[in-house]
């Protein structure tokens, strides 16, 4: 069975909106594909990406406005600096986004994969 879901939310503080997330989920019985597009403020530090019922990234799209970092199935791992990147056969089971670029930046993140 296919399924299709759309989910949009935001996380304010007192003066601004820290993360305005808007994620398409489209699920099959043998692989996940989610879209997503953050806006994500400066000093945003390892978030991290909900990956739905995926349980393996295969393969990670990421097209920044600003600069970033990623770091694939820890925070302690080593993070990789990125402002657009094609992965395939990632195998990453999380993935958390830095934003130090010294302004809110704008993602759009596309990943496929295997669903627990």
């Given at each position: 069975?296919?399924?299709?879901?759309?989910?949009?939310?935001?996380?304010?503080?007192?003066?601004?909106?820290l993360?305005n997330?808007?994620?398409?989920?489209?699920?099959?019985t043998?692989?996940?594909?989610?879209?997503?597009?953050?806006?994500?403020v400066?000093?945003?530090t390892?978030?991290?990406v909900?990956?739905?019922r995926?349980g393996?990234?295969?393969?990670?799209?990421?097209d920044?406005?600003?600069?970033?970092?990623?770091?694939?199935?820890?925070?302690?791992?080593?993070?990789?600096?990125?402002?657009f990147?094609?992965?395939?056969?990632?195998d990453?089971?999380?993935?958390?986004?830095?934003?130090?670029?010294?302004s809110?930046?704008n993602?759009?993140?596309?990943?496929v994969?295997?669903?627990?």
């Amino acid at each position: 069975m296919d399924f299709i879901e759309n989910i949009s939310f935001k996380v304010v503080d007192d003066t601004r909106v820290l993360i305005n997330e808007t994620k398409t989920y489209t699920d099959t019985t043998s692989s996940d594909f989610i879209t997503s597009t953050y806006d994500l403020v400066d000093g945003t530090t390892d978030y991290p990406v909900e990956l739905g019922r995926v349980g393996k990234i295969k393969y990670l799209f990421i097209d920044s406005s600003s600069p970033i970092s990623i770091k694939l199935n820890s925070t302690s791992n080593t993070a990789i600096p990125v402002k657009f990147i094609v992965l395939s056969t990632v195998d990453a089971t999380s993935l958390y986004i830095t934003n130090s670029s010294g302004s809110t930046t704008n993602i759009k993140l596309s990943l496929v994969g295997i669903p627990t």
